[in-house]
């Protein structure tokens, strides 16, 4: 063998020895579970497409870990991903730290989701609600309401207080926010 092809075969054998152990072995594809879409109306930036993928719905456990580190934004952003926020145009997107849904008394569904940074803090304009009261946090809450045809409204914690219940680990908004998401829609199941 000469030296230059010698030289090859050993540069690609230690090359291939390097990098393969940067392949997460084994490492699980997650299904999105759900997928719901909004459009932000009323607010800074308006007609803002959101795409929002569900990959797991918090169980009691997890939301009570959620609500224990809503104070400690390095803690929240620790814990495990269920989800994802996604604005449309953007190549970054909010990680879902909590998915929880509830039934309302008028048989919508309310789902609640909380992110590990405050919407809008990747972009130069801040996210904002004009006349708003709302305290700025570190994470940030959707809420969505949707019947049983899949549509619906919701608002975010930039235009209403953040309800938090530790007893029961749930996180809600206070009514009377508006609603600052528009055309709300539960998008058909990858699984068909």
Not at 60 to 89: C, F, I, M, N, Q
Request: charged share 15%; net charge negative; glycine share 8%.
């Amino acid at each position: 063998m000469a030296p230059f092809e010698r030289f090859a075969v050993i540069t690609v054998t230690a090359l291939t020895l390097c990098v393969a152990p940067l392949a997460p072995a084994g490492a699980a594809v997650r299904t999105v579970l759900e997928t719901f879409t909004a459009t932000t109306t009323g607010m800074t930036p308006a007609a803002l497409a959101l795409r929002i993928q569900v990959l797991e719905w918090s169980d009691d456990s997890a939301r009570a870990d959620v609500v224990a580190a809503l104070e400690d934004a390095a803690a929240l952003g620790k814990l495990p991903t269920v989800g994802y926020l996604w604005p449309d145009g953007s190549p970054v997107g909010y990680t879902l730290k909590y998915a929880h849904r509830t039934k309302t008394a008028d048989g919508r569904d309310r789902l609640t989701f909380v992110t590990d940074r405050t919407v809008g803090s990747y972009d130069y304009e801040k996210w904002r609600v004009a006349g708003t009261t709302a305290k700025p946090l570190p994470y940030s809450v959707v809420e969505l309401y949707v019947d049983a045809a899949g549509n619906g409204t919701g608002t975010l914690s930039l235009a209403a207080e953040v309800a938090i219940d530790s007893a029961t680990s749930t996180i809600t908004l206070a009514t009377g926010g508006g609603h600052v998401l528009a055309s709300v829609a539960r998008q058909p199941s990858p699984q068909g």
